[in-house]
T-cell receptor, first 110, second 113 residues
Framework: AQSVSQHNHHVILSEAASLELGCNYS??????LFWYVQYPGQHLQLLLK??????LVKGIKGFEAEFIKSKFSFNLRKPSVQWSDTAEYFC????????FGAGTRLTVKP | DAGVIQSPRHEVTEMGQEVTLRCKPI?????LFWYRQTMMRGLELLIY????????DSGMPEDRFSAKMPNASFSTLKIQPSEPRDSAVYFC???????????FGDGTRLSIL
C-alpha cells in the first residue's frame, strides 16, 4: 500500500542545533514531494516542494530538503534551529492523490 | 487574496447532532480538498473535488460523512449524526491546477461531546 513514513514523532533540540527530519515513501512512480509546517494554533503552511530538477530543494526560513530517489526519501534539514521553529512538520507525497506522514513535533529549547 | 476561508473556527456540539463545516476556496482554484487531523491518525485526506465534481471520496470514514460543492466558491462537509470519535480538526485546502501546492485554511476544531 502507498504510505508516507516520518521516523520521529517528537524531536527536542536546543537552539543552534542542527535538524534533520526523516521522510520515506512507498510510491513507485513519479511523485511530487512537500514539507508543510504547522505552528502552534495556526494552519498548515508550505515549507518547500520538489517536482523535478535539482534534488536539493531550498525552502523558506532556512530549511532545505534532499530528494534521494534510490532511497525513496525526502529528508528535511536546517543547519541551526531557532526557538521559533517549534512546530509540527508534515511530509507529504503526491502521485495519484496526496498522502501525509503522521507528522513530527519539533520542540526547540531556548 | 484572502486565502482559504473556513467556518466555523470552533464547533462544540453534542453527539447525535448534525454538524456542517464550510469552506470557501481561493478564487480561481479548481481543486478543493477536505482533510481531518487527529492525534492518533495524523492528517488524512477525506475527499477532493475538481471543478466542483467529487473525484475521490475513498477517505470518507463512513456514510455519516458527506461533502458537497454546489459551486466553485463554496463547499460543505456534513456529519450526521455526529459521534465523539469525530472530534478532530478539519482542514480545507485548494489549489489552482496540477503540480501546484495546496493552500490550507485555518481549520475547524470540532468537539463532539
Amino acid at each position: 500500500a502507498q504510505s508516507v513514513s516520518q521516523h520521529n514523532h517528537h524531536v527536542i533540540l536546543s537552539e543552534a542545533a542542527s535538524l534533520e527530519l526523516g521522510c520515506n515513501y512507498s510510491y513507485g512512480g513519479t511523485v511530487n514531494l512537500f514539507w508543510y509546517v504547522q505552528y502552534p494554533g495556526q494552519h498548515l503552511q508550505l515549507l518547500l516542494k520538489y517536482f523535478s530538477g535539482d534534488p536539493l530543494v531550498k525552502g523558506i526560513k532556512g530549511f532545505e530538503a534532499e530528494f534521494i530517489k534510490s532511497k525513496f526519501s525526502f529528508n528535511l534539514r536546517k543547519p541551526s534551529v531557532q526557538w521559533s521553529d517549534t512546530a509540527e512538520y508534515f511530509c507529504a507525497v503526491r502521485s495519484y492523490d496526496m498522502r501525509f506522514g503522521a507528522g513530527t513535533r519539533l520542540t526547540v529549547k531556548p | 487574496d484572502a486565502g482559504v476561508i473556513q467556518s466555523p473556527r470552533h464547533e462544540v456540539t453534542e453527539m447525535g447532532q448534525e454538524v456542517t463545516l464550510r469552506c470557501k476556496p481561493i478564487s480561481g482554484h479548481d481543486y478543493l480538498f477536505w482533510y481531518r487531523q487527529t492525534m492518533m491518525r495524523g492528517l488524512e485526506l477525506l475527499i477532493y473535488f475538481n471543478n466542483n465534481v467529487p473525484i475521490d471520496d475513498s477517505g470518507m470514514p463512513e456514510d455519516r460523512f458527506s461533502a458537497k460543492m454546489p459551486n466553485a466558491s463554496f463547499s460543505t462537509l456534513k456529519i450526521q449524526p455526529s459521534e465523539p470519535r469525530d472530534s478532530a480538526v478539519y482542514f480545507c485546502a485548494s489549489r489552482d491546477r496540477a503540480n501546484q501546492p495546496q493552500h490550507f485554511g485555518d481549520g475547524t476544531r470540532l468537539s463532539i461531546l
